[in-house]
């Protein structure tokens, strides 16, 4: 049985010294006993990445438990089960009453479960941009060519699914006054008539690809100057922060069509959730980590969605009211996303398998989720109901391919869940011939 160790090597040899993150969630086949392990870098593999970089590098996670390499992050599945988890009780708590807005569950979950998604989506991003951005050599070309190919690997992820779920939503409706070819142009214009956060970080990842030419060329001349500066890790966070402001402008320069209003509000929290995968991948400090357990619960009760909050009124007196309103709404959506964050760790760390393994199947199936809990959001029990009702669907779904490529943007070519359910039944109805016989 490989160790995680062993593991660990290979992956580092594989990507030529990936340098993001030394520490990582890890199991230990000691016990079967979740934990932090800290891995060991070889000198050769990341000394050239890291100079520039000054982050450290990520492991995979590996499950002791069935004795081979992991390639998905538990951690980061978890994660993405909490917040879809939150979109389907957001949905719920809004269907409870006309009123919703002054629902206070409502109002709490609202006010930080979209951009905690858009952040987690930035954490899973960071994982193939790493890999390019602090390569041992700088290399334009190959990095454009892998920046588009990673955004034209979006479009059957992300923009297939979203035409067909809109399709599929055209024929759910009541009022057909609308042809379907009206109804597709209006998802276009307005994407909140359909899945409009695939297409919010469909445009977030092209925009992190501006940002990530433009820290390559920093890098460059980082390169070129100051190769000899003491504080390259510094210079590292720098390029990178800098290039994603930059690419933040050039967004905010473009007018609000096609739904690029979500990746105007929501690019600073993908951006961030990168920031974060990248360079601090275990959390902050304790101390830091305590503060968000404070600012959410005095803050997010005055949230509304559209009324103004009376902090922003309080605020305004000292600094300008869209300065203030900015201020806060950053405030209390990234203290709820920390808690999140926090709570998913807890998940993987504390839960039983079998119940870590049930959340981080919901993020997994996340898009599932996403698409198919709006036609069942009021079955019985409450969030359970639609949650369960949707894998179970999105599970029979699955079995074609083709529907799993058009409605959920994967092309799978091994077998089938059903597939293998069958050749086990087959193999065993055999089996049981043979020792008749």
Same mark, same amino acid.
């Given at each position: 049985?490989?160790?995680?160790?062993?593991?660990?090597?290979?992956?580092?040899?594989?990507?030529?010294?990936?340098?993001?993150?030394?520490?990582?969630?890890?199991?230990?086949?000691?016990?079967?006993?979740? /934990?932090?392990?800290?891995?060991?870098?070889?000198?050769?593999?990341?000394?050239?990445?890291?100079?520039?970089?000054?982050? *450290?590098?990520?492991?995979?996670?590996?499950?002791?438990?069935?004795?081979?390499?992991?390639? #998905?992050d538990?951690?980061?599945?978890?994660?993405?089960?909490?917040?879809?988890?939150?979109?389907?009780?957001?949905?719920?708590?809004?269907?409870?009453?006309?009123?919703?807005? !002054?629902?206070?569950?409502? #109002?709490?979950?609202?006010?930080f479960?979209?951009?905690?998604?858009?952040?987690?989506?930035?954490?899973?991003?960071?994982?193939?941009?790493?890999?390019?951005?602090?390569?041992?050599t700088?290399?334009y070309?190959?990095f454009?060519?892998?920046?588009?190919?990673?955004?034209?690997?979006?479009? &059957?992820?992300?923009?297939?699914?979203?035409?067909?779920w809109g399709?599929?939503?055209?024929?759910?409706?009541?009022?057909? =006054?609308?042809?379907?070819?009206?109804?597709?142009?209006?998802?276009?214009?307005? &994407?909140?008539?359909?899945?409009?956060?695939?297409?919010?970080?469909?445009?977030?990842t092209i925009?992190?690809?501006?940002?990530?030419?433009?820290?390559?060329? %920093?890098?460059?001349?980082?390169?070129?100057?100051?190769?000899?500066?003491?504080?390259?890790?510094? +210079?590292?966070?720098?390029?990178?922060?800098?290039?994603?402001?930059?690419a933040?402008? +050039?967004?905010s320069?473009?007018?609000?069509?096609?739904?690029?209003?979500?990746?105007?509000?929501?690019?600073?929290?993908?951006?961030?959730?990168?920031?974060?995968?990248?360079?601090?991948p @275990?959390?902050? =400090? !304790?101390?830091? #980590?305590?503060? &968000?357990? +404070?600012?959410?619960?005095?803050?997010?009760?005055?949230? =509304?969605?559209?009324? *103004?909050?009376?902090?922003?009124?309080?605020?305004?007196a000292?600094? &300008?009211?869209a !300065?203030?309103?900015?201020?806060? =709404?950053?405030?209390?959506?990234?203290? /709820?996303?920390?808690?999140?964050?926090?709570?998913?760790?807890?998940?993987?760390?504390? +839960?039983?398998?079998?119940?870590?393994?049930?959340?981080?199947?919901?993020?997994?199936?996340?898009?599932?989720?996403?698409?198919?809990?709006?036609?069942?959001?009021?079955?019985?029990?409450?969030?359970?109901?639609?949650?369960?009702?949707?894998?179970l669907?999105?599970?029979?779904?699955?079995? !074609?391919?083709?529907?799993? %490529?058009?409605?959920?943007?994967?092309? @799978?070519?091994?077998?089938?869940?059903?597939?293998?359910?069958?050749?086990?039944?087959?193999? #065993?109805?055999?089996?049981?011939?043979r020792?008749?016989?």
């Amino acid at each position: 049985m490989p160790s995680d160790v062993d593991a660990g090597a290979r992956h580092r040899r594989k990507l030529c010294g990936d340098p993001i993150g030394l520490r990582r969630l890890s199991f230990h086949a000691k016990g079967g006993k979740p /934990g932090f392990v800290k891995m060991s870098h070889p000198a050769n593999d990341t000394q050239a990445c890291t100079a520039m970089s000054g982050a *450290p590098t990520i492991e995979p996670r590996t499950r002791a438990v069935t004795g081979a390499t992991n390639t #998905r992050d538990p951690f980061l599945d978890c994660l993405k089960g909490i917040a879809i988890v939150l979109v389907v009780c957001g949905h719920t708590f809004q269907g409870m009453t006309p009123d919703f807005d !002054s629902l206070f569950p409502f #109002r709490i979950v609202y006010s930080f479960h979209m951009p905690m998604f858009m952040f987690a989506s930035g954490m899973v991003a960071a994982l193939s941009f790493q890999t390019i951005i602090f390569a041992e050599t700088i290399a334009y070309a190959g990095f454009a060519r892998g920046l588009l190919a990673n955004i034209a690997r979006r479009v &059957p992820r992300l923009l297939l699914p979203f035409f067909a779920w809109g399709i599929v939503t055209y024929f759910f409706r009541a009022d057909y =006054s609308r042809t379907l070819g009206d109804w597709i142009l209006l998802i276009i214009a307005v &994407p909140d008539y359909g899945l409009w956060f695939l297409v919010a970080l469909f445009h977030c990842t092209i925009v992190l690809a501006l940002a990530g030419l433009c820290a390559l060329a %920093l890098r460059g001349l980082g390169a070129s100057y100051g190769a000899d500066l003491p504080n390259r890790r510094f +210079l590292g966070f720098a390029t990178i922060v800098v290039s994603g402001i930059i690419a933040k402008l +050039l967004l905010s320069s473009v007018p609000n069509v096609f739904g690029l209003v979500f990746a105007k509000t929501y690019f600073p929290y993908f951006f961030l959730g990168l920031l974060y995968q990248m360079y601090r991948p @275990n959390g902050f =400090s !304790s101390f830091v #980590r305590f503060l &968000p357990y +404070l600012v959410f619960p005095v803050l997010a009760p005055f949230w =509304s969605r559209v009324e *103004p909050s009376i902090v922003v009124d309080q605020l305004s007196a000292i600094i &300008p009211r869209a !300065s203030a309103a900015t201020l806060y =709404s950053y405030a209390v959506a990234l203290s /709820g996303t920390l808690i999140t964050i926090d709570a998913a760790r807890c998940v993987v760390l504390r +839960l039983p398998h079998l119940l870590s393994g049930a959340v981080a199947y919901c993020g997994r199936r996340s898009l599932d989720i996403y698409a198919i809990h709006i036609f069942v959001i009021g079955c019985k029990p409450a969030i359970v109901g639609p949650v369960v009702i949707s894998l179970l669907t999105s599970l029979l779904l699955r079995q !074609s391919r083709i529907l799993d %490529l058009v409605l959920f943007g994967e092309w @799978n070519r091994s077998p089938t869940q059903l597939q293998k359910l069958v050749a086990i039944v087959r193999s #065993r109805s055999a089996g049981g011939i043979r020792a008749q016989t």
